[in-house]
């Protein structure tokens, strides 16, 4: 059965909130969460930026819920460090961390001051920093000069188990090289034939028989015109096609895009209604694609009432 999770969005929120928030999904229901790993929020609404490492360890702590985490290593994270912390967290909570790698944005990572590549560059480099995370997490001492460099590394303190290193993508381009190298493939939510054809470059490639996860982003809230307004508000940003979201670095950039994005525009990027039953039936669809998980992102203030509509009705309907 595909698991339901609740995704925890470290732009939008205060760190101590947040905790609160994956300690009520966990009562109300909800089967694992995912968070974000952002320096900036992407727009000044959004208003947050905490440290996700720090906050993981306590979300663990503070729940029982197998957790996941996006990353870009090789900018703003050396890759050792990265490995570093991850191969700690499994090691407290064994089994129950998965990290996804990705190329990055420019909003977070170019904040090193380092010229930001275009996105072949980009993909070379994460994939050299996998594959010095994997001989880390493997015991070994590494030593590597390439894109990124790593003289005499080895960590001590590691899990029996190496932490799940997933690819993420949300192109068929990029998940067909990502199963190349992935333990798992991390992709969006969307209307389902897209989002199929995402996953089916990812099996179709080497990743047959590989976990999936989903990232769904929706609006809900009780009325359509709250559940709109709360998309636009806090998403809005977002929802400019092509390579704008990688490459623009300020949140400000976001928040002038965000001002000319429409209804109907929002709604070909977040999954908008008041209706529950109306998600209900998006969400069992993108579970159809046998995925192995699905992250309910609710882009709304009202993390409280989602978490307690969702759990009351939705997630039980989808059981």
């Not at 000069?145 to 001590?156: D, W």
């Not at 989002?195 to 929706?218: E, S, T």
């Not at 039953?277 to 069992?284: M, N, S, T």
Request: charged share 20%; glycine share 10%; net charge negative.
């Amino acid at each position: 059965m595909t698991l339901i999770g609740y995704h925890a969005s470290h732009e939008q929120f205060a760190p101590s909130d947040l905790i609160g928030f994956v300690r009520a999904a966990e009562a109300a229901g909800f089967d694992c969460a995912k968070s974000s790993d952002h320096f900036h929020p992407w727009s000044d609404r959004q208003g947050q930026s905490g440290f996700a490492w720090s906050w993981l360890g306590a979300a663990m702590q503070a729940t029982s819920l197998p957790m996941g985490i996006i990353s870009a290593p090789g900018y703003r994270y050396h890759p050792a460090i990265l490995a570093q912390a991850a191969a700690t967290i499994g090691e407290m909570f064994p089994g129950r961390l998965w990290l996804a790698l990705g190329s990055g944005e420019a909003i977070n990572e170019a904040i090193t001051g380092e010229v930001w590549p275009d996105k072949a560059e980009r993909n070379a480099r994460l994939r050299e920093c996998v594959d010095v995370t994997r001989a880390l997490f493997a015991g070994e001492t590494v030593t590597h000069r390439g894109r990124v460099r790593v003289v005499e590394a080895k960590l001590y303190s590691r899990p029996s188990t190496p932490v799940p290193l997933f690819g993420a993508a949300v192109s068929e381009a990029t998940a067909a090289w990502a199963a190349g190298w992935a333990d798992g493939l991390l992709t969006t939510g969307g209307e389902p034939d897209a989002v199929a054809r995402v996953i089916n470059a990812f099996r179709d490639n080497g990743g047959a028989g590989k976990p999936i996860h989903i990232q769904h982003a929706l609006s809900w809230d009780r009325t359509e015109e709250e559940a709109v307004h709360n998309a636009l508000e806090q998403w809005g940003p977002l929802s400019a096609a092509g390579d704008t979201n990688w490459n623009l670095s300020r949140p400000s950039d976001f928040d002038a895009i965000g001002a000319l994005v429409t209804e109907k525009t929002i709604r070909q990027r977040v999954a908008v209604s008041a209706d529950l039953g109306w998600h209900q039936a998006r969400i069992a669809a993108l579970t159809d694609l046998e995925v192995a998980a699905v992250h309910l992102h609710c882009v709304g203030r009202n993390q409280q009432d989602f978490i307690e509509a969702f759990g009351g009705k939705v997630l039980p309907a989808l059981r």
